[in-house]
C-alpha cells in the first residue's frame, strides 16, 4: 500500500515559513500534481515525502507507516530532480543499475532490470553511452528509468520537465502519464507549468505561500477555483473591480469600474455595496459586429441589452488592438476606458479589425466574482 497521507506539516527555515499546515491524502496509485509559484513550498512539500527534509511540526505516512523521522532509504520512494543528477562517468546503464546496486542485487539481475527501465523510456540501444551525449530529454529519461529501477511505491518529481523545450516537454508529459498509467503506483508531481498539471494529474494541489490553497481533479479547480489567487494563477483572465448595486440573493448586479453592469449568480451572502472583482474569462466572451444595429451602436463603454435570452450580459466596446498568436486570436476591446480581451482561433475568421465597433456578450453564469478577501461568491 503506498497511499501517502500528510497531517498538519510545517517546515519553517529560520525565520521563515516555508510550509504551513498542509494536509492533504494521496491514494495509492494516484498522481498528484503540486503546483504553485516559485517559493511557495513545493519541492520542501516533496523534500519531507521523501525524507530529505525533516518537518517543524506534522507527520508524514506512506501506508500504514508513520515515516516523518525515517531516513530516506527506509521509506521506498524515489526521487528525480529538475537537474537529473546522472552519474557523469557512468554508462547510462550503470546510471540506471545504481540504486539496485545500493540494494545489493546481484549484477547479472541488475543489469537485466536496468535493460527493462531502458525500454520502458524508450532508451534501449543507449545503454553503453554517457550522460554528456545524451539530449535533454533522453537525459530525463534515463532519470526516470533510475528512479523506476528500485521499484519503489512511490515517485516523487521535482520539476523533471522543466529543462526541456515546448515540444519535447509536451511529449515527455503524455509518456510520463503512460507510464504512471501502466506502473499504478503513486505519483507526486511537482511543477510551476499549468499545462503540465493539467495534461497529468488526476488531481491538482494548489500551493500559495507555503499552504495548501484547493486539491482537487483538473477541472473542478479550472471551473470552481476557491479564490482570486488560483483564479489569476490558473490562467489568463480580465479581472475588473465592481460594487453591488443590488442583490435578490441568488444574483446580484455588480456596477464595475467602467460603468458596465455585470450579473452574477451568487452561492454566498453578499450585501449591497460590497466590492467585488468579476473575472470575465476571455472565452466565455462573444465577440460580434454591430454594424447595421442601431439599438447598440455609438454606446460604446455602456452595457447593452440583448436580445438573444435572459441571463446574457452585453457590452458594446472598441477593438484597440488585434494579436495573433499561433492558432489563436487576441482582440483587446476598449469598453468605458477598461480594455477587456478575447480570445478566439484564427480559423472563426471573425473578420474583426483594429477600430471596429463591437459587441461582447457572455452568459450569466460563466462569470466568476471574488470577494475582498479572495474567496469565490459566484455559483
Ligand atoms: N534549505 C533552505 N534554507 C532556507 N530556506 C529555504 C531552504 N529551502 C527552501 N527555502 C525557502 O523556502 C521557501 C520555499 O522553497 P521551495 O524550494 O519549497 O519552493 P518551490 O515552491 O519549490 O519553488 P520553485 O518553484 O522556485 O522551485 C522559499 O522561500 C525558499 O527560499
Ligand atoms: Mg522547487
Same mark, same amino acid.
Given at each position: 500500500m503506498s497511499r501517502i497521507e500528510l497531517r498538519e506539516l510545517r517546515k519553517e527555515f529560520?525565520?521563515?515559513?516555508?510550509?504551513? @499546515?498542509?494536509?492533504?491524502?494521496?491514494?495509492?496509485g494516484e498522481l498528484l500534481c503540486l503546483l504553485g509559484p516559485s517559493g511557495c513550498g513545493k519541492s520542501t512539500t516533496l523534500r519531507m515525502i521523501g525524507g530529505l527534509e525533516g518537518p517543524s511540526d506534522g507527520d508524514v505516512y506512506i501506508g500504514e507507516r508513520q515515516v516523518t523521522d525515517s531516513p530516506a532509504y527506509d521509506r521506498n520512494t524515489s526521487i528525480v530532480f529538475q537537474g537529473w543528477e546522472l552519474f557523469p562517468h557512468k554508462t547510462v546503464l550503470e546510471n540506471v543499475a545504481f540504486g539496485l546496486k545500493m540494494d545489493g542485487v546481484g549484477k547479472d539481475e541488475r543489469r537485466e532490470r536496468a535493460r527493462e527501465m531502458l525500454a520502458r523510456v524508450h532508451m534501449d540501444g543507449y545503454q553503453d553511452q554517457n550522460?554528456?551525449?545524451?539530449?535533454?530529454? /533522453?537525459? /530525463?529519461?534515463?532519470?526516470?528509468?533510475?528512479?523506476?529501477?528500485?521499484?519503489?511505491?512511490v515517485i516523487l518529481l521535482d520539476e523533471p520537465l522543466s529543462n526541456l523545450d515546448k515540444r519535447l516537454r509536451e511529449e515527455m508529459e503524455i509518456e510520463l502519464k503512460e507510464i504512471h498509467e501502466e506502473l499504478k503506483k503513486t505519483f507526486i508531481h511537482v511543477t510551476h507549468n499549468q499545462d503540465e498539471a493539467f495534461t497529468l494529474a488526476d488531481r491538482i494541489?494548489?500551493?500559495? +505561500?507555503?499552504?495548501?490553497?484547493?486539491?482537487g481533479p483538473p477541472t473542478e479547480v479550472y471551473q470552481h477555483p476557491k479564490n482570486e489567487f488560483i483564479e489569476g494563477f490558473l490562467g489568463d483572465?480580465? &479581472?475588473?473591480?465592481?460594487?453591488?448595486?443590488?442583490?435578490?440573493?441568488?444574483?446580484?448586479?455588480?456596477?464595475?469600474?467602467?460603468?458596465?453592469?455585470?450579473?452574477?449568480?451568487?452561492?454566498? +451572502?453578499?450585501?449591497?455595496?460590497?466590492?467585488?472583482?468579476?473575472?470575465?474569462?476571455?472565452?466565455?466572451?462573444r465577440i460580434h459586429p454591430t454594424d447595421g444595429d442601431d439599438s447598440v451602436s455609438g454606446q460604446t463603454g455602456r452595457s447593452v441589452a440583448v436580445a438573444d435570452g435572459e441571463g446574457s450580459n452585453a457590452v458594446v466596446g472598441q477593438i484597440?488592438?488585434?494579436?495573433? !498568436?499561433?492558432?489563436?486570436?487576441?482582440? &483587446?476591446?476598449?469598453?468605458?476606458?477598461?480594455?477587456? &480581451?478575447?480570445?478566439?482561433?484564427?480559423?472563426?475568421?471573425?473578420?474583426?479589425? /483594429?477600430? @471596429?465597433?463591437?459587441?461582447?456578450?457572455?452568459?450569466?453564469?460563466?462569470?466568476?466574482?471574488?470577494? @475582498?478577501?479572495?474567496? !469565490?461568491v459566484s455559483t
Amino acid at each position: 500500500m503506498s497511499r501517502i497521507e500528510l497531517r498538519e506539516l510545517r517546515k519553517e527555515f529560520g525565520d521563515l515559513v516555508a510550509v504551513e @499546515d498542509v494536509s492533504v491524502t494521496v491514494q495509492d496509485g494516484e498522481l498528484l500534481c503540486l503546483l504553485g509559484p516559485s517559493g511557495c513550498g513545493k519541492s520542501t512539500t516533496l523534500r519531507m515525502i521523501g525524507g530529505l527534509e525533516g518537518p517543524s511540526d506534522g507527520d508524514v505516512y506512506i501506508g500504514e507507516r508513520q515515516v516523518t523521522d525515517s531516513p530516506a532509504y527506509d521509506r521506498n520512494t524515489s526521487i528525480v530532480f529538475q537537474g537529473w543528477e546522472l552519474f557523469p562517468h557512468k554508462t547510462v546503464l550503470e546510471n540506471v543499475a545504481f540504486g539496485l546496486k545500493m540494494d545489493g542485487v546481484g549484477k547479472d539481475e541488475r543489469r537485466e532490470r536496468a535493460r527493462e527501465m531502458l525500454a520502458r523510456v524508450h532508451m534501449d540501444g543507449y545503454q553503453d553511452q554517457n550522460p554528456a551525449e545524451l539530449s535533454g530529454g /533522453q537525459k /530525463q529519461r534515463v532519470a526516470l528509468a533510475r528512479s523506476l529501477a528500485v521499484d519503489p511505491d512511490v515517485i516523487l518529481l521535482d520539476e523533471p520537465l522543466s529543462n526541456l523545450d515546448k515540444r519535447l516537454r509536451e511529449e515527455m508529459e503524455i509518456e510520463l502519464k503512460e507510464i504512471h498509467e501502466e506502473l499504478k503506483k503513486t505519483f507526486i508531481h511537482v511543477t510551476h507549468n499549468q499545462d503540465e498539471a493539467f495534461t497529468l494529474a488526476d488531481r491538482i494541489g494548489i500551493m500559495n +505561500d507555503g499552504e495548501l490553497v484547493q486539491v482537487g481533479p483538473p477541472t473542478e479547480v479550472y471551473q470552481h477555483p476557491k479564490n482570486e489567487f488560483i483564479e489569476g494563477f490558473l490562467g489568463d483572465t480580465n &479581472f475588473v473591480g465592481g460594487r453591488v448595486e443590488e442583490t435578490d440573493g441568488d444574483e446580484v448586479l455588480v456596477e464595475t469600474e467602467s460603468d458596465v453592469t455585470v450579473r452574477v449568480p451568487v452561492e454566498d +451572502d453578499v450585501q449591497e455595496g460590497d466590492s467585488l472583482t468579476v473575472s470575465l474569462r476571455p472565452e466565455i466572451l462573444r465577440i460580434h459586429p454591430t454594424d447595421g444595429d442601431d439599438s447598440v451602436s455609438g454606446q460604446t463603454g455602456r452595457s447593452v441589452a440583448v436580445a438573444d435570452g435572459e441571463g446574457s450580459n452585453a457590452v458594446v466596446g472598441q477593438i484597440e488592438r488585434v494579436l495573433y !498568436r499561433g492558432s489563436n486570436a487576441r482582440y &483587446f476591446v476598449d469598453v468605458g476606458g477598461t480594455s477587456v &480581451f478575447v480570445e478566439r482561433s484564427v480559423a472563426d475568421e471573425v473578420g474583426l479589425e /483594429q477600430g @471596429d465597433e463591437v459587441r461582447l456578450d457572455w452568459t450569466a453564469d460563466d462569470v466568476l466574482a471574488f470577494h @475582498d478577501d479572495g474567496a !469565490r461568491v459566484s455559483t
